[in-house]
């Protein structure tokens, strides 16, 4: 290879990577910003119950049906016993971080042409935001690209029949 070319590689390499890293500690700065909001920390009466607690399903015939089809409740008989090891802390953190990040790189021009087709399709926004159930029962809010049209009515379905319109 010429001099030249070895000289521009290593140039490209140089700024990919200044501009990766630049990326990534604005992102990391904005989602530190965000965390708190993200785990209702400033919604108390949002928190789940028993978070940080042992629990166990409890069949009662008389709740419910849940998403899996059974009937009962949890309820929390302790508090948890689980104490994250080193590698669960640090190594698979850093690991998660460093493979989710290059994803985000590396489909980002996929969630571009993503994004510009939900908008082109529907005037509405692109995101849809869901409370979900986190590690150690806490709750976060789980931000993923919507898929329905902004005028879908509000309809509950319980085992494919039509229950009622929620407001």
Request: avoid cysteine; hydrophobic fraction near 40%; aromatic fraction near 10%.
């Given at each position: 290879m010429?001099?030249?070319?070895?000289k521009n590689?290593k140039?490209?390499a140089?700024?990919?990577?200044?501009?990766?890293?630049?990326?990534?500690l604005?992102?990391?700065?904005?989602?530190?910003?965000?965390y708190?909001?993200?785990?209702y920390?400033?919604k108390?009466?949002?928190?789940n119950?028993?978070e940080?607690r042992?629990?166990?399903f409890?069949?009662?015939?008389?709740?419910?049906?849940n998403?899996?089809?059974?009937q009962?409740h949890l309820?929390?008989?302790?508090?948890?016993?689980h104490?994250?090891?080193f590698?669960?802390?640090?190594?698979?953190?850093?690991?998660?971080?460093?493979?989710?990040?290059g994803?985000?790189?590396?489909?980002?021009p996929v969630?571009?042409?993503?994004?510009?087709a939900?908008?082109?399709?529907?005037?509405g926004p692109?995101?849809?935001?869901?409370k979900?159930v986190?590690?150690n029962?806490?709750?976060f809010?789980?931000?993923?690209?919507?898929?329905?049209?902004?005028?879908?009515?509000?309809?509950?379905?319980?085992?494919?029949?039509?229950?009622a319109?929620?407001?």
């Amino acid at each position: 290879m010429k001099e030249q070319t070895k000289k521009n590689i290593k140039t490209a390499a140089a700024l990919t990577g200044l501009t990766l890293g630049a990326t990534y500690l604005v992102m990391r700065h904005i989602a530190k910003k965000q965390y708190p909001k993200s785990v209702y920390a400033d919604k108390p009466e949002e928190q789940n119950p028993v978070e940080g607690r042992k629990v166990i399903f409890v069949e009662d015939i008389n709740d419910p049906v849940n998403a899996d089809g059974k009937q009962g409740h949890l309820e929390a008989v302790g508090n948890s016993t689980h104490f994250p090891t080193f590698y669960e802390k640090y190594v698979k953190r850093g690991f998660d971080i460093v493979m989710s990040f290059g994803g985000l790189v590396v489909l980002s021009p996929v969630y571009a042409l993503t994004a510009l087709a939900i908008k082109k399709d529907d005037p509405g926004p692109v995101f849809f935001k869901q409370k979900r159930v986190a590690q150690n029962k806490g709750y976060f809010e789980l931000v993923k690209f919507r898929s329905m049209s902004v005028n879908t009515p509000n309809l509950l379905f319980i085992k494919g029949g039509l229950v009622a319109k929620t407001a």
